[in-house]
């Protein structure tokens, strides 16, 4: 088997059967989908099985209590028989060559591979690409890739990361693709990339990441703490410090605060990565990534503090 597929699904009757005719519509036949219902209380699961039943052996259905999205990807991995394994989000979708043309690549020796992404609105004015692999000069591939989107979902792994290694995705927690994929990143020997855009990631207003006022931003605190230890354990993080450094300003400076910004807790998130910014990276502003943001980030990231705060507010907000 060439490669497994992880589509975990929680009550997404709506975009579920676009997803899942995107998947039988590919020009790789030697895959398999493993839909994961993870305890759905709608149809999905009745949808998921005429996909099944329409094709035997390649649309397989696992049941499991609800247990979130990394439960999901982390249970369908056992069963995983393919080379190569990669996650799709049930509510997004795939052009038709999207897995052959991966596979070809990884076929290559690669031990990861990324593509584009289209962040997919109804309204199609608002649909834009978003680049997989960062064009902002790194001396490694590596490095490259850790200055990249960490989504789990627009890449195709060696196997062998989940198998061999172990690798689970964090439960009970928001941002858990961050510090499996930045891991992934940096212990690959070889990064592949599609320079295409045949991935569709569907922007709607119930998702999770669309609540900007959610408690669980805070989550990604413990996430950056986790990225920290696993580079540690594994004695990279001297090899790739200026991209972790250039992680935790992306994460809880930059984008991050924008999220806090929204947030009736800012104050109290604003302190928390101060905190961790002296702690840990004292000479952020010095980033040598920074100078590859635009003008507006830039500004941002220099001119925000409580004293500024209110006029940033207003205009994000």
Not at 12 to 32: I, P
Not at 285 to 302: M, T
């Amino acid at each position: 088997m060439k490669l497994s597929l992880i589509v975990p699904m929680y009550n997404v009757r709506e975009y579920v059967r676009q997803c899942l005719d995107s998947l039988a519509a590919q020009t790789l036949t030697d895959m398999e989908v493993l839909m994961v219902n993870d305890g759905c209380t709608d149809d999905t699961p009745e949808i998921a099985a005429e996909y099944a039943d329409r094709y035997p052996g390649r649309f397989i259905l696992l049941n499991k209590p609800n247990g979130g999205l990394s439960d999901a990807r982390n249970y369908a991995m056992p069963m995983a028989k393919g080379e190569y394994i990669a996650f799709l989000d049930s509510d997004d979708f795939v052009d038709a060559t999207l897995y052959e043309k991966m596979c070809a690549l990884m076929d290559q020796g690669y031990d990861v591979c990324v593509t584009d992404i289209e962040y997919w609105y109804q309204d199609p004015s608002r649909r834009f690409i978003m680049k997989g692999l960062s064009d902002w000069p790194a001396e490694t591939m590596q490095k490259k890739a850790l200055l990249s989107p960490m989504f789990a979902w627009n890449k195709v792994y060696r196997a062998s990361f989940f198998q061999d290694m172990g690798l689970r995705y964090p439960l009970n927690t928001w941002y858990e693709d961050i510090p499996v994929t930045t891991l992934i990143f940096a212990r690959s020997k070889k990064i592949g990339y599609l320079n295409e855009c045949l991935m569709h990631y569907r922007q709607r207003e119930g998702s999770i990441m669309a609540n900007q006022s959610s408690p669980r931003l805070k989550e990604i605190f413990g996430i950056m703490a986790m990225v920290r230890s696993r580079f540690d354990e594994n004695g990279i993080t001297a090899d790739y410090r200026d991209e972790l450094e250039y992680l935790h300003i992306e994460h809880l400076c930059l984008y991050g605060m924008f999220r806090f910004i929204r947030s009736d807790n800012w104050s109290e998130y604003y302190d928390m990565v101060q905190a961790i910014m002296r702690q840990y990276w004292p000479q952020w502003k010095n980033n040598r990534y920074i100078a590859n943001l635009g003008l507006k980030n830039r500004i941002f990231l220099k001119w925000y503090s409580r004293g500024t705060a209110w006029l940033f507010h207003r205009f994000i907000r």
